[in-house]
Nanobody, 126 residues
């Protein structure tokens, strides 16, 4: 079992920044690739960013490339999403997810992830 708890969401003006955190507990978190997804009202959940178990590989949705950075601190069992130059279209609930295949490749598909956090709201005002 893996428990994921997101934090760091909030209300920010366009052009601002936020850093989301995802604290993990339970099974051997340090072996798992991790991802961030988001879901806006009336839309399907979509991939945002993913990171390999050791942080050596990352992947991003085209819509956030150059603005968002995913990172992890395995000693703290925490994954981060630094979001800069935020736009109103970034408004969504952001979810952290764990792909519990030890040392597996990073993935962009929702179906590749086994555990999800409860989400944190990010609202970007224009």
């Amino acid at each position: 079992q893996v428990r994921l708890v997101e934090s760091g969401g909030g209300l920010v003006q366009a052009g601002g920044s936020l850093r989301l955190s995802c604290a993990a507990s339970g099974r051997t978190y340090t072996n798992f690739p991790m991802g961030w997804f988001r879901q806006a009202p009336g839309k399907e959940r979509e991939f945002v960013a993913a990171i390999s178990w050791n942080g050596g590989s990352t992947d991003y949705a085209d819509s956030v490339k150059g603005r968002f950075t995913i990172s992890r601190d395995n000693a703290k069992k925490t994954v981060y999403l630094q979001m800069n130059s935020l736009k109103p279209e970034d408004t969504a609930v952001y979810y952290c997810a764990a792909n519990t295949r030890p040392w597996g490749p990073i993935a962009t598909m929702i179906s590749a992830y086994d555990y999800w956090g409860q989400g944190t709201q990010v609202t970007v005002s224009s």
